[in-house]
C-alpha cells in the first residue's frame, strides 16, 4: 500500500492550501483516513481524522480553518486548509488504516509534504 500526498508549498499568511493523498496498491478496504502534522523537535499530531461511517474529529488548532474530505471511488482524502497562520507550517503527512487482509490492519503513512506559511 501506497499513499502519495501533494499540494504543499509556500503560502502568505491568511492564503490557503488544499493538500490531497492518494491510497494505492493491493487492499480490501479503507478503515480511516487522515492528516497529521509535524514540526521539529516535537511529536506529529493530528489534524483531522474520519473512520469508515463516524464523524471527523479536528484537532482544536484547526477546527473552522480546515476541512477533510475524502473521495471514495478515487481513494482520496483532501485537506483543505484556509485563512492559513505561520503556525501551521509543518510537514503534513496523510494517514490511511487499511484492510490488507481479512484479519489484517496495516497503519499506513505517505511521505510528508511541507507546507510553509510567511507572516
Known amino acids: 500500500v501506497q499513499l502519495q500526498a501533494s499540494g504543499g508549498g509556500l503560502v502568505q499568511a491568511g492564503g490557503s492550501l488544499r493538500l490531497s493523498c492518494v491510497v494505492s496498491g493491493r487492499f480490501l478496504a479503507i478503515r480511516a483516513l487522515g492528516w497529521y502534522r509535524q514540526t521539529p523537535g516535537k511529536q506529529r499530531e493530528l489534524v483531522a481524522a474520519?473512520?469508515?461511517?463516524?464523524?471527523?474529529d479536528y484537532a482544536d488548532s484547526v477546527k473552522d480553518q480546515f476541512t477533510l474530505s475524502r473521495d471514495n471511488a478515487k481513494n482520496t482524502v483532501y485537506l483543505q486548509m484556509n485563512s492559513l497562520k505561520p503556525e501551521d507550517t509543518a510537514v503534513y503527512y496523510c494517514?490511511?488504516?487499511?484492510?490488507?487482509?481479512?484479519?489484517?490492519?496495516?497503519?499506513?503513512w505517505g511521505q510528508g509534504t511541507q507546507v510553509t506559511v510567511s507572516s
Open positions: 474520519v473512520r469508515n461511517g463516524g464523524t471527523t
Open positions: 494517514n490511511a488504516l487499511v484492510a490488507t487482509g481479512w484479519e489484517t490492519t496495516n497503519d499506513c
